[in-house]
Nanobody, 125 residues
């Protein structure tokens, strides 16, 4: 059974940092697309950042470029999201997701087959 488990969310003041981690079990990173998405109350789920598990290529939403960094550790089946200079508008539930057919899309959650349960990030002003 494939499982994704996120951790690292919490409450932080604007300008602060958080590091989210997602550990995958039940399969091994090979040529996958690994993504972080977020969903704020009343809004659609949106892609934040994604990375190819094979060549490490990364993509970011314009709203987080220069502030967030996605990384992966294939040996540990882990994908991380370092979030710096956080803003109140970053408040959301953050989800990691996997596309086992490769990094086909960074922004469209429909391409991703497996999802974690989410971790809440709250940024106070």
């Amino acid at each position: 059974e494939v499982q994704l488990v996120e951790s690292g969310g919490g409450l932080v003041q604007a300008g602060g940092s958080l590091r989210l981690s997602c550990v995958a079990s039940g399969f091994t990173f090979d040529d996958d697309g690994l993504g972080w998405f977020r969903q704020a109350p009343g809004k659609e789920r949106e892609g934040v950042a994604c990375i190819s598990s094979s060549d490490g290529s990364t993509y970011y939403a314009d709203s987080v470029k220069g502030r967030f960094t996605i990384s992966r550790d294939n040996a540990k089946n882990t994908v991380n999201l370092q979030m710096n200079s956080l803003k109140p508008e970053d408040t959301a539930v953050y989800y990691c997701a996997v596309d086992t057919l490769g990094l086909r899309s960074c922004g469209d959650p429909g391409w991703y087959e497996y999802w974690g349960q989410g971790t809440r990030v709250t940024v106070s002003s």
